[in-house]
């Protein structure tokens, strides 16, 4: 199989409902994946979270204040991670056309 050539990027992107409020394109090396996942969640904080719901969402699950609203959802196979509702904030690796990048399958 063929190695994928040229930079890689993540292509961060803030939207409320289908309004996009936010973009920013870093080369991949700048983040590990767990460095990209505490962003989003910072993000999506910033972009309009009340205190109430931070709160809730670093509360323990299943309890009356717990809520899912910086959960942090992964796609493997386009190497995406996404966090919020709205805002909602999608970070993918893409290349230098912003193309998303897909995984290889396993063989």
């Not at 969402?57 to 309890?63: G, I």
């Not at 493997?76 to 193309?99: E, F, I, Q, W």
Request: proline share 4%.
């Amino acid at each position: 199989m063929k190695k994928p050539t040229g930079k890689r990027y993540w292509l961060i992107v803030g939207f409320d409902g289908a309004k996009c409020i936010y973009t920013r394109r870093v080369e991949v090396g700048q983040f590990t994946d767990d460095q990209i996942k505490a962003l989003l969640q910072a993000l999506a904080t910033k972009g309009g979270l009340t205190y109430d719901e931070v709160v809730g969402a670093y509360a323990k699950r299943r309890t009356n204040i717990a809520n899912d609203l910086l959960h942090v959802h992964h796609d493997a196979r386009y190497s995406t991670y996404m966090c919020g509702d709205n805002p909602h904030l999608p970070a993918c690796v893409v290349d230098s056309s912003n193309k998303i990048v897909k995984r290889p399958a396993l063989t």
